[in-house]
């Protein structure tokens, strides 16, 4: 849900929704194509490696790991619940891409911005001017790139919260929940689980399991699971798992509120890597960059790339 301390500037958030829009023009023409070689990577060691960070880390760290070449999988507390903070955003996407790929739903559908409807914390909508029009398109690139609380409610309205558990259930998801709208506790549909894990709730193998279904095309259907990988692509966050990545290519969304860090990653390296890190009960909530639990994922993104066999080089321009 992105509780941070204050709230940014006006105009960082409206230059990053500007760029944005660009972005999503400029998407069109579809991922870079070509790929080397496989890496088999030593899970025994980075299980090692990524237990030493988890171990020495004041908090409680869980992780999920898919190697989709080789289907290899490493897991700590994989089936254990932790809060996800706005990694649930990624379900809700992928409940609205259901929706209009069943007919139920467009991306061209209006959402009329009202007063009531703005919310603190991620987003830019929260400052837009009372009556603003998006489109469903519009709330849910918002959603996922900038993590907007606004754009979320807006979708939650019109999708309605159930569905999003229904769609989890059709996957497998049976842990993963979203409980309300974003600060908005009132319209939580499970109360007590909305204390106990605020915003949603799942578990580091279930979510890493949704983007894998992502990558292959699974999770709704090739096309839509394509256009939201692309829609995710363009997240911005880059303090936790994409610290130290070199810029590898990553499909992605984070979540963050005072004692929670999360975030999960379909990085596109010489092999495709699902990555889902989750910490809650962090001793360290302090909303600086180089908190504990965001320096603790940041190494382990590391790990995870350097089993891999690095960020591979940017094509060459055609």
Not at 84 to 103: E, H, Q, R
Request: aromatic letters at 6%; hydrophobic letters at 45%.
């Amino acid at each position: 849900m992105h509780y941070r301390g204050g709230v940014r500037p006006v105009v960082s958030y409206v230059v990053i929704f500007l760029a944005g829009v660009i972005a999503c023009a400029a998407s069109v023409g579809g991922h870079r194509t070509g790929k080397a070689e496989p890496v088999h990577a030593d899970t025994a060691a980075l299980r090692k490696r990524l237990d030493s960070v988890a171990d020495a880390h004041h908090g409680i760290v869980g992780y999920s790991v898919i190697d989709l070449e080789s289907g290899a999988r490493i897991s700590r507390r994989g089936d254990e619940t932790f809060p996800t903070a706005s990694l649930i955003k990624v379900a809700i996407l992928v409940t609205v891409y259901d929706l209009v790929a069943k007919g139920q739903l467009s991306l061209d559908d209006p959402l009329t911005v009202l007063k009531i409807d703005q919310v603190p914390g991620s987003g830019v909508i929260q400052f837009l001017h009372n009556g603003t029009v998006l489109t469903v398109h519009d709330a849910a690139w918002l959603m996922s790139t900038i993590s907007d609380n606004t754009a979320t409610n807006l979708l939650l309205d019109r999708i309605i919260i159930r569905r999003v558990w229904a769609k989890m259930d059709s996957l497998g998801l049976s842990h993963t929940r979203v409980h309300s709208k974003t600060f908005l506790r009132s319209s939580s549909v499970a109360v007590d689980s909305s204390i106990k894990y605020g915003f949603g709730v799942t578990t580091p193998n279930e979510m890493a399991h949704l983007f894998e279904l992502l990558a292959q095309g699974k999770a709704v259907n090739a096309a839509a699971d394509s256009a939201m990988l692309d829609i995710l692509e363009h997240n911005g966050t880059d303090f936790m798992l994409q610290r130290y990545a070199a810029g590898a290519r990553a499909a992605h969304k984070d979540g963050e509120t005072d004692a929670v860090r999360t975030e999960c990653t379909l990085w596109y390296l010489r092999n495709r890597v699902v990555a889902c890190v989750m910490t809650k009960e962090n001793k360290d909530q302090r909303w600086i960059i180089d908190n504990e639990p965001q320096l603790t994922m940041a190494n382990m993104g590391l790990a995870i790339i350097n089993a891999f066999g690095g960020a591979p080089p940017a094509p060459a321009p055609q």
